[in-house]
């Protein structure tokens, strides 16, 4: 298959960084489908493009996420035209959430959508997602929520999508599903498998009956903020841990899929 950049060969740095870029998109596909959050042919992942144009790799509308390699991805402009050539096509809705979110976003290198059950359950809750355990507090008071319009096919919603997303992290889409960001694919990853889990657990904490307990306000902010790598109050700090969980996922990929390279 040919990588085009607006019609023309990627050459130099900008080939060698999509290349990298399709690997790791490729393996994030692969991760969700191995942690069963998919949605058969639905849902996306995207990642944006190096260069000023704004562009992106999606999946080609119609594959299974574990059918997903390197070379299969497609470039998507913010228009939703293909730019890659070849017999695929791209689902609407995907480039409607996902290219109104990477065009208003420029840490949003990566985004991340699912319909998981867990997820579409805390996505009917009014009261969202609550801070019952320590993988919801890396989200406390940094959750947008979006209304739910219908299937995402209209351009109109973007500009909604993207004021109820602000600058928060992550998303939960009414009725809908859930969503991340990410600086890197395996920061959008990372984001959604807690996500996902602090969804699973509330699911099942609220079928229990029992009355629930949360932790003090001040204790959830300080969780969230240690989260995100500030160790003022503590006596020890771990800032490797991200890189070595996606190191670890690579692993995991390699041995469960090692196709998604090619």
């Given at each position: 298959?040919?990588?085009?950049?607006?019609?023309?060969?990627?050459?130099?740095?900008?080939?060698?960084?999509?290349?990298?870029?399709?690997?790791?998109?490729?393996?994030?596909?692969?991760?969700?489908?191995?942690?069963?959050?998919?949605?058969?042919?639905?849902?996306?992942?995207?990642?944006?493009?190096?260069?000023?144009?704004?562009?992106f790799?999606?999946?080609?509308?119609?594959?299974?996420?574990?059918?997903?390699?390197?070379?299969?991805?497609?470039?998507?402009?913010?228009?939703?035209?293909?730019?890659?050539?070849?017999?695929?096509?791209?689902?609407?809705?995907?480039?409607?959430?996902?290219?109104?979110?990477?065009?208003?976003?420029?840490?949003?290198?990566?985004?991340?959508?699912?319909?998981?059950?867990?997820?579409?359950?805390?996505?009917?809750?009014?009261?969202?997602?609550?801070?019952?355990?320590?993988?919801?507090?890396?989200?406390?008071?940094?959750?947008?929520?979006?209304?739910?319009?219908?299937?995402?096919?209209?351009?109109?919603?973007?500009?909604?999508?993207?004021?109820?997303?602000?600058?928060?992290?992550?998303?939960?889409?009414?009725?809908?599903?859930?969503?991340?960001i990410?600086?890197?694919?395996?920061?959008?990853?990372?984001?959604?498998?807690?996500?996902?889990?602090?969804?699973?657990?509330q699911?099942?904490?609220?079928?229990?009956?029992?009355?629930?307990?949360?932790?003090?306000?001040?204790?959830?902010?300080?969780?969230?903020r240690?989260?995100?790598?500030?160790?003022?109050?503590?006596?020890?700090?771990?800032?490797?841990?991200?890189?070595?969980?996606?190191?670890?996922?690579?692993?995991?990929?390699?041995?469960i899929?090692?196709?998604?390279?090619?």
């Open positions: 298959m040919t990588v085009t950049e607006l019609g023309k060969p990627a050459t130099g740095d900008h080939a060698a960084e999509e290349a990298r870029l399709r690997r790791e998109l490729a393996a994030v596909y692969r991760l969700i489908a191995h942690f069963k959050m998919t949605d058969l042919i639905y849902n996306h992942i995207s990642v944006r493009l190096p260069g000023p144009e704004h562009r790799l999606l999946n080609p509308y119609g594959l299974l996420y574990e059918e997903i390699t390197a070379s299969s991805l497609v470039i998507v402009g913010l228009d939703g035209q293909l730019i890659t050539d070849g017999p695929w096509r791209v689902n609407p809705a995907g480039f409607v959430i996902h290219s109104a979110i990477h065009e208003a976003r420029e840490d949003a290198l990566c985004v991340l959508h699912t319909h998981t059950k867990a997820g579409c359950a805390v996505a009917a809750q009014e009261h969202g997602l609550l801070p019952l355990n320590q993988m919801s507090l890396e989200f406390y008071n940094r959750v947008g929520y979006h209304d739910y319009e219908g299937i995402a096919l209209s351009n109109a919603e973007k500009k909604r999508l993207v004021a109820d997303l602000g600058d928060k992290p992550v998303m939960i889409l009414r009725n809908h599903g859930l969503l991340t990410g600086t890197t694919p395996g920061q959008a990853f990372r984001r959604m498998f807690y996500l996902e889990r602090a969804c699973q657990i699911a099942d904490a609220l079928a229990g009956g029992a009355a629930l307990v949360t932790p003090p306000p001040e204790v959830c902010e300080r969780t969230a240690q989260f995100e790598g500030d160790h003022s109050d503590d006596d020890y700090g771990d800032a490797t841990a991200p890189d070595l969980v996606w190191d670890a996922m690579l692993r995991l990929v390699e041995r899929a090692p196709d998604y390279k090619d």
